[in-house]
């Protein structure tokens, strides 16, 4: 069974600009999560998808960023415009059902924004 | 005051002793804790869950919650140099959501 996987792994992006970042979860899993960690700090929680519906999205920083999950299968994060504080590892997790059990992370994107 | 609190470490510990990872946590409702394994540039992998008050097995690894005290902690016996790693304590309170809240992670070294 294929993990999560998330794309690109690394990306370096001027401030102002435009980035995608994409996460597939596991198979037959309707729960997606975004999690962020800025260097230093702890991993933070974004928002969680439930299929194509965000259950929660208490996390996410201000109005430049965007998340879907289109059809309820991957799922896009978006940053526009940009900035430097963006900078960070975006994990992405899913898992089955939305319970008290463990989620399963993708390896993470690495973006830099300078 | 943060909501879960670890250690940064690194913690060092030679090869074939205990060691203990210790967690502290804030909201006093939370009723489900993780331990994640994470390897420099890998995803956080789970590898013990713990809901009850009291010690749960696993291999190598025991988990430790105790509620009343507020702290979680995870026992690694036999430390192999391929235990060394960042250990994430993680922490779903009772917010009527699934987000997991994480610690900073305790860095271990296995010293061969």
């Known amino acids: 069974e294929a993990g999560v996987t998330q794309f690109p792994s690394h990306s370096v992006i001027e401030k102002g600009q435009t980035v995608t970042l994409r996460c597939d979860p596991i198979s037959g899993h309707d729960n997606l999560y975004w999690y962020r960690r800025v260097m230093g700090k702890e991993i933070k929680f974004l928002l969680h998808f439930v299929k194509e519906s965000k259950q929660d999205e208490s996390g996410m920083p201000n109005n430049r960023f965007l998340a879907e999950r289109t059809g309820g299968t991957y799922s896009t994060l978006k940053v526009q415009p940009a900035e430097l504080e963006d900078s960070g590892v975006y994990f992405c997790a899913s898992s089955q059902i939305a319970s008290v059990r463990g989620q399963y992370f993708g390896p993470g994107t690495r973006l830099t924004v300078t | 005051q943060k909501e879960v609190e670890q250690n940064s470490g690194p913690l060092s510990v030679p090869e074939g002793a205990i060691a203990s990872l210790n967690c502290t946590y804030s909201d006093r409702g939370s009723q489900s804790f993780f331990w994640y394994r994470q390897y420099s540039g890998k995803s956080p992998e789970l590898i013990m869950s713990?809901?009850?008050?009291g010690d749960k097995e696993d291999g190598r690894f025991t988990a430790q919650l105790n509620k009343a005290s507020q702290y979680v902690s995870l026992l690694i016996r036999d430390s192999q140099p391929s235990d060394s790693a960042t250990y994430l304590c993680?922490?779903?309170?009772?917010?009527?959501?699934?987000?997991?809240?994480f610690g900073t992670g305790t860095r271990l070294k296995v010293l061969a």
């Open positions: 993680a922490v779903i309170i009772t917010s009527g959501t699934y987000k997991y809240i």
């Open positions: 713990i809901y009850s008050n």
